[in-house]
């Protein structure tokens, strides 16, 4: 029966925008979909979380986390993180699809790797690695299942921070150990932490077992296996395979020491010592028998029975099989009797063929490979093995070419030149950033050369009030000072407008001061007398809305204040009020929020204007004052 069709989710549409169309593969932690992305029409991998997880806060919540440092990780030998996402139950993610096997599916398949094979597959796994301890992040379970072997022979590593996410989940306060056994550094048994030293550790586990076909570490049961990560020293693959180079014994006893401080430094220094060894390695090497499963010589067991199975090296990882080859039967040797004119021409043939191949060997050519793209170390073996002098030039950056990988070759592909030439191989740098520089305080022509001499322009100008940045200053940028952007790119200023003056036009003398004066003005009034209201602010200079600087005089004119009594227009002798008029309680409102108190004043039955005073957020002043008693729809003025 097929799975695929009984999952509820092939041929749904996730989250509006992935229709699933098969399932490839199910793991413990999640299920991986095939889905085409509608809204960019191409197709991707979607990694759904099984609903256990998914229904735990705390795993989404670490999941979201971890899946944005992992998407702004961009290395060709990483499995991209496109979007990250909840639809109903569901969550999931969506990355980078890649059509090929798993480097397990490969090791079930071949048994074990040569030893340039292996190398050659444990360079771009480190390369990714590296890569991603540079970046901060750790990825926790590096194991084969997690190496992906394209159909077009690209290598890439996958879940980078799902192990980290699921940490957060109940299931492992159970005391669960989070990774895979057989590739766990000691101190993720015994404490669960890890760092980028124990992604080295499941790395060097992992080299032993291209190296030799199985695992360093065999038990009954998964804690057997972790006690002897703990306890025991990993046998170098010589061990098993007397053949193994010592640069390779040397390389695995170190990545998998037991002690985190004796290991390479992060996966970027085991990564060196791998390219080292491999360029050591002797180009071409004989047929190797492979390795019977069982435990290390010396370790209470049996010599490992004749095994005639051969792995031819410099093979296809995805495609070549295991084949059998059986040694020619012996014979018996017959005794010498030397011709002596056979010898003769012999020597004179040898020398001919000799002298012949000298000749030719002097003109021949070799053609620059295909090298754009590719990853600058694997195109550097490459080169090397094509017979080329390579130097690896300066880097240089590049919006199209990730970082790492080739731009450009001197000479370029398909060139013939002699043996031995030099090829000069430009990486690039990844795309040009510029950290955006620090214009605060100075004034808009300033920052405009500042940004104008690192590339950058100003991309328009907006002007904010501020009580403490000078009139006319750079407040902050936007993007912020130290984001790293695009040449070219527009950055925004914030400028300050210094203090705003508030318009107090109608408040009493009073308080008009006291708003003043605590906004950092300095008032001054002059008396004018035809006025109604006594001691009410009539004009101001400067006008409201007028950007000044802290501490400036601002001159207002007053109605007389003489009597010093307050007639309201309802109060004057000559108006007459409607006897049936309501008459309402004005509230006191001052220092409130302003909405709280339009809301009270406008519930006690007024009517309600807001003017502004220095912009903050409660009320300074009102008219008529809290108190009052006015006819019901009097209009009441406040200033904040």
Known sequence: MDTTLTDPLVGKLLDGRYRVESRIARGGMATVYVALDIRLDRTVAVKVMHRSLAEDPAFVRRFIGEAKSVASLSHPNVVHVFDQGTDGDNVYLSMEYVPGRTLRDVLRARGRLPAREALEVMIPVLAALGAAHQAGLVHRDVKPENVLLSDDGRIKVVDFGLARAIEATNQTRTGVMIGTIGYMSPEQVTSGAADVRSDVYSAGIMLFELLTGRQPYEGDTPMSVAYRHVHDTVPVPSALLPETSPLLDTLVAQATARDPADRPADATAMLVAAVEAHRALPRESGPVPSVPVGPPRGQDSAPPPANQTLIQPRVDLLTSPVTDHAAPAARKPERFRPNWFVIALAVVMVAAVGVTGWLFSQSTTITVPKLVGKNVTIAEGEARQAGFAVEIGKAENSEDVPKGNVIRTDPEAGTEVEGKSKLLIIASAGPKRIPVPNVVGLDENSA????????????????????????????????????????????????????????????????????????????????????AQPCTVIAQDPQPNAEIDKGAVVRMTLSQCSNGEWHWPWENNDQNVNEDQQIVVVPNVLFKDVRAARDELRAAGVSVKVKRGSGRATVLAQIPPGGQQVPAGTEVTLWH
């Open 448 to 531: 405009r050369t500042k940004l104008a001499e690192v590339g950058l322009v100003v991309g328009g100008v907006k002007k904010q009030s501020s009580e403490t940045v000078p009139r006319g200053q750079v407040m902050k940028t936007s993007p912020a000072v130290g984001n790293q952007v695009k040449e070219g790119s527009k950055v925004a200023l914030v400028m300050s407008a210094g203090l705003v003056m508030p318009d107090v036009k109608g408040m009493p003398r009073d308080q008009a001061d006291a708003m003043l004066r605590g906004a950092g003005f300095t008032p001054e009034f002059v008396e004018q007398t035809d006025a």
